[in-house]
């Protein structure tokens, strides 16, 4: 079974933000909570490069490993997803991330976090696939649709790659040979002890 | 018309800007930036490296989106605050907590309850009275608490899932987090009482060291150094329980309200420093529990009534004592019995 990844390719990332908007709207995220972002690098200055970044789904989840209740899992395709009716909003999973992926929305007393919303490589959570109660917590189940995360699906200039691991690094491959460089791989060392470079 | 002039002073001034820019604009091109992968490091360092170098570690960047902290990049700190608390944390805290309950129970067996050497003599004397209980008891109840629900956030996990499953355990913590964050404004009530009413007969003096050195008798028998209303003990555990639990309240709200006060580096630090010190502070206070309860006789009642009695109170606060005695505030058995003595 695919081992399923991000790639983002800071050569061509142009900030266009399509992704962040396209996740929003598919999965209905509500205000204050981003599941995907892009950061510019070097805003304004030569070297100056963008990365759509998220949930990396990583091997060894830091997420996962800090959590108190236990709350996250992994599919048979290396997605991360975790089940907001057992996630007490504790923010550890925040702490320990190193993408800034999870998200809370600020609910209850003093204005904490309420429980907590990241990607989902558009997979949707522990509910049945394709239900509303999937829908309602996790947002659109692209992949048990047969499709891949709409971020990637839409990126104009095809910089953010999703998909299965190794084909994706090996269009990033090609791109980096045929132009004769490429500034890495976002994250993949960190997220999945794996270089993916030319 | 006045739009066109507008746009012409415009047109003029970016020019001019420009042209005065220029050093400038070429100085910074100046700034070598590798255009290939390796050209800086060598074909063994990987393009993420390579990059990292450019922006020297710096992977702040800027995001379009309302919530600034989001443009950090990648926070590689995340892997060291994620191994201190799934293993040193961990390790610590079950060795300091299981290695107290273990030396209580040899000290137990070993030295049994320290009784009243004189026995009890029936006279009472007021040890504490209702607000210094009551600012005892406010610290003690919501300090257990906070200390189950917080170790329930390090051992849970891997104690109680298997026990109760998924679901019950969640909703628990859930709850228990609650009462974590609210129980916690209580035991800051309790502290800064405490810390009003004692602090004046806990500043250290040149008793204590006397009392140090026997180590307050607590190992030889018929052994009791003299100690004025808190001996270097219970000192120690009034010092604990008001700096330690006050940084430990402290580094507690730092993560009761998130980004209020410090950055994600903050809160890993926030929360080390809130566990560590919460551990030591949960050990310490299981000894203070044992040695106020089944560990010494007489000891309870001076929380409990507040009352005392007098031969403890000669054996262990013989200063005190003297104090209270000259002042008259001694209760006799019949003053206990209710009924005048014939």
């Known amino acids: ?198 | 018309m006045s739009m066109n002039l507008g746009r012409i002073v415009r047109l003029l001034s970016l020019t001019l800007a420009l042209f005065l820019l220029m050093p400038g604009v070429a100085s910074f091109a100046q700034t070598p930036v590798p255009p290939g992968p390796n050209t800086l490091t060598g074909p063994d360092v990987s393009n993420d490296q390579l990059l990292l170098q450019q922006l020297q570690g710096n992977l702040h960047g800027r995001v379009s989106i309302p919530d600034q902290k989001s443009a950090m990049l990648i926070q590689p700190e995340g892997q060291d605050w994620r191994a201190l608390r799934n293993g040193t944390l961990k390790t610590v805290s079950a060795v300091v907590l299981l290695g107290m309950i273990a030396a209580l129970v040899v000290f137990y067996m070993v030295r049994g309850k320290i009784r009243i050497d004189a026995g009890p003599s029936r006279r009472r004397i007021q040890r504490f009275n209702g607000m210094e209980r009551f600012a005892h008891w406010i610290t003690a109840a919501s300090f257990l608490v906070l200390a189950v629900t917080g170790l329930n956030l390090v051992f849970g996990r891997w104690l109680l899932i298997p026990l109760l499953g998924p679901e019950a355990f969640a909703t628990m913590t859930v709850y228990g987090k609650l009462a974590h964050n609210f129980l916690s404004f209580p035991f800051v009530l309790g502290i800064v009482l405490m810390l009003l009413i004692w602090v004046r007969h806990n500043i250290p003096n040149g008793g204590d060291i006397a009392w140090i050195k026997v180590a307050g008798g607590l190992f030889s028998k018929g052994k009791h150094p003299p100690a004025k209303k808190f001996n270097a003990g219970q000192k120690l555990i009034f010092w604990m329980v008001v700096a330690g639990g006050g940084v430990v309240a402290a580094s507690g709200y730092v993560l009761l309200f998130p980004f209020a006060v410090t950055d994600i580096a903050g809160m890993q630090l926030a929360h080390l420093v809130h566990a560590i010190l919460s551990v030591l502070l949960i050990a310490g206070i299981i000894s203070h529990i044992y040695i106020g309860s089944i560990g010494m006789e007489g000891a309870f009642d001076a929380m409990g009534s507040g009352e005392v009695d007098v031969n403890w109170a000669r054996e262990h606060h013989s200063l005190w004592l003297e104090e209270e005695l000259r002042k008259g505030k001694v209760k006799g058995p019949a003053a206990v019995r209710g009924v005048p003595a014939e």
Not at chain 1, 22 to 30: G, T
Not at chain 1, 58 to 77: G, I, L, N, R, S
Not at chain 1, 106 to 113: C, L, T
Not at chain 1, 160 to 187: H, N, T
């Open chain 1, 1 to 198: 079974m695919a081992r399923m990844k991000f790639l983002c390719d800071a050569e061509r990332c142009i900030e266009c933000n399509a992704c962040v908007t396209a996740c929003k709207n598919e999965h209905e995220v509500p205000w204050g909570i981003n599941r995907r972002r892009v950061v510019t690098l070097n805003d304004g200055k030569p070297g100056e490069r963008s990365i759509s970044m998220a949930c990396m789904h990583c091997t060894d989840a830091p997420c996962m490993a800090v959590c108190p209740v236990d709350c996250f899992y992994k599919t048979a395709e290396g997605v991360v997803l975790h089940s907001k009716d057992l996630c007490i909003g504790c923010g550890y999973c925040f702490y320990a991330c190193p993408f800034g992926a999870p998200q809370y929305p600020q609910v209850g007393n003093f204005g904490s976090r309420g429980k907590m919303d990241k990607c989902t490589f558009c997979a949707g959570g522990p509910e049945d696939d394709m239900t509303p109660a999937e829908y309602s917590k996790y947002g659109a189940n692209r992949l048990a649709e047969g499709k891949l995360p709409l971020c990637a699906e839409m990126c104009s200039t095809k910089a953010l790659l999703a998909g299965d691991g190794e084909i994706i690094a090996d269009i990033y491959k090609e791109r980096a040979v045929r132009r004769g460089y490429g500034s890495g791989a976002w994250g993949w060392s960190t997220a999945y002890k794996d270089k993916a470079t030319t």
